[in-house]
C-alpha cells in the first residue's frame, strides 16, 4: 500500500467520498453525510487529506483532517477533525483505516492541532471499535449532527 496526500476535490477523493456517503445513506436511510466540507478545508498546513493505493495504483481507503477552533457548534480551539475515513469494502480488515488515522494524528500533531476529534455513528460500530482501539474517548457533542441522537463524538489528546 501507499498512502499519498491529495486536494479533497481529486477524482480519486472524490471517488470515495461518494463511496462512503452510499454506504451512509444505506446505513441511515438518508442522503450520507450533510456535514459541509471545502476543498480548502484540508490543505496543509490546516489540514490534509490522505488516499491509500493499492499495487496497482487503484484507490481504496481514505481519511482528512481539518482544523477547528472554537466555533459555537461544539469543537474547542487546536482541535484536528477527523472527516471521511473510508476502506472499500474489498480491503477492509488490513490495517489500513489504523495506518492512515495514524497519519493524520501525527500531521495535526506537527501542525500543532492538540486535539483529534471526531463523530461518527452508532450504526457504525466497525468506526467505534477502531476509534476506541486507538485511544479515542467519547467527548462532548460537536458540530452538524451534535444535536442527532445517534451521533457519537470522540477524541484524543495529541
Same mark, same amino acid.
Given at each position: 500500500?501507499?498512502?499519498?496526500?491529495?486536494?479533497?476535490?481529486?477524482?480519486?477523493?472524490?471517488?470515495?467520498?461518494?463511496?462512503?456517503?452510499?454506504?451512509?445513506?444505506?446505513?441511515?436511510?438518508?442522503?450520507?453525510?450533510?456535514?459541509?466540507?471545502?476543498?480548502?478545508?484540508?490543505?496543509?498546513?490546516?489540514?490534509?487529506?490522505?488516499?491509500?493505493?493499492?499495487?496497482?495504483?487503484?484507490?481504496?481507503?481514505?481519511?482528512?483532517?481539518?482544523?477547528?477552533?472554537?466555533?459555537?457548534?461544539?469543537? %474547542?480551539?487546536?482541535?484536528?477533525? =477527523?472527516? !471521511?475515513?473510508?476502506?472499500? @469494502?474489498?480491503?477492509?480488515?488490513? $490495517?489500513?483505516? &489504523?495506518?492512515?488515522?495514524?497519519?493524520?494524528?501525527?500531521?495535526?500533531?506537527?501542525?500543532?492541532?492538540?486535539?483529534?476529534?471526531?463523530?461518527?455513528?452508532?450504526? %457504525?460500530?466497525?468506526?467505534?471499535? =477502531?476509534? !476506541?482501539?486507538?485511544?479515542? @474517548?467519547?467527548?462532548?457533542?460537536? $458540530?452538524?449532527? &451534535?444535536?442527532?441522537?445517534?451521533?457519537?463524538?470522540?477524541?484524543?489528546?495529541?
Amino acid at each position: 500500500m501507499h498512502i499519498h496526500p491529495v486536494s479533497f476535490d481529486h477524482p480519486d477523493a472524490v471517488k470515495l467520498s461518494d463511496q462512503v456517503q452510499a454506504e451512509y445513506a444505506v446505513r441511515y436511510g438518508d442522503d450520507g453525510d450533510a456535514t459541509p466540507l471545502a476543498t480548502t478545508d484540508f490543505a496543509p498546513p490546516n489540514g490534509l487529506y490522505l488516499i491509500a493505493y493499492d499495487g496497482q495504483g487503484t484507490p481504496v481507503a481514505s481519511g482528512g483532517w481539518r482544523a477547528q477552533d472554537d466555533n459555537g457548534e461544539g469543537n %474547542q480551539d487546536g482541535d484536528a477533525e =477527523l472527516k !471521511r475515513m473510508y476502506v472499500v @469494502e474489498a480491503m477492509r480488515g488490513r $490495517g489500513l483505516a &489504523r495506518r492512515i488515522l495514524a497519519a493524520l494524528e501525527e500531521d495535526a500533531r506537527a501542525a500543532g492541532r492538540i486535539r483529534m476529534v471526531l463523530e461518527t455513528g452508532a450504526k %457504525q460500530p466497525e468506526a467505534v471499535a =477502531l476509534y !476506541r482501539s486507538s485511544g479515542y @474517548e467519547p467527548c462532548g457533542k460537536f $458540530g452538524y449532527y &451534535r444535536f442527532h441522537d445517534l451521533s457519537l463524538c470522540f477524541a484524543k489528546a495529541l
